[in-house]
């Protein structure tokens, strides 16, 4: 299937399709944690973001084709790390594929082509955000080599840290 596919950079015609792919994402993210419930306008919230994406120059979207149709989406950041080397760091925020082309190879041709993109910005470290009980992210980005470096903690503002 792979040769059949194609990766590129979005263009605001491919806007809707991956304001789409994006709330989907979201959704699934709803099922990991209830902390990650979504807003009630979550369209509008995803179209902004998508909008504000395809105008910053620190920002990447990228989509992944089959046939014509958009079956995958990977946003990323450009960040300064003002602490460490190497300094830019490649921050995968949003990656989805549609469900009937997942484990055919499709997440790990768009992550590769958008680390060789983000490494041509100057990134020189890649990392991915993502759930943390997403047990199929997890297992993904492990196989294809990446680790943990930095883990985040919640706790609901109306929560006492004694209970």
Do not use: C
């Amino acid at each position: 299937m792979s040769q059949d596919l194609r990766v590129r950079l979005a263009r605001e015609d491919d806007k809707e399709r991956i304001i789409d792919l994006m709330v989907r994402a979201k959704r699934l993210n709803e099922e990991f944690d209830p902390l990650l419930s979504l807003s009630g306008n979550i369209v509008d919230t995803v179209e902004s973001y998508v909008d504000e994406s395809l105008k910053s120059p620190n920002s990447m979207l990228m989509v992944v084709e089959l046939e014509g149709k958009l079956v995958g989406v990977l946003k990323a950041d450009i960040v300064d790390r003002v602490f460490y080397e190497p300094r830019l760091e490649g921050v995968i925020r949003e990656l989805y594929i549609l469900p009937e082309f997942r484990r055919k190879g499709v997440a790990k041709t768009l992550v590769s082509q958008a680390s060789k993109a983000l490494r041509e910005r100057g990134a020189g470290l890649i990392t991915a955000e993502f759930p943390s009980h997403h047990k199929i992210a997890v297992d993904f980005y492990t196989k294809m080599g990446f680790r943990p470096i930095f883990s985040k903690y919640a706790i609901e503002i109306d929560k006492t840290l004694e209970e």
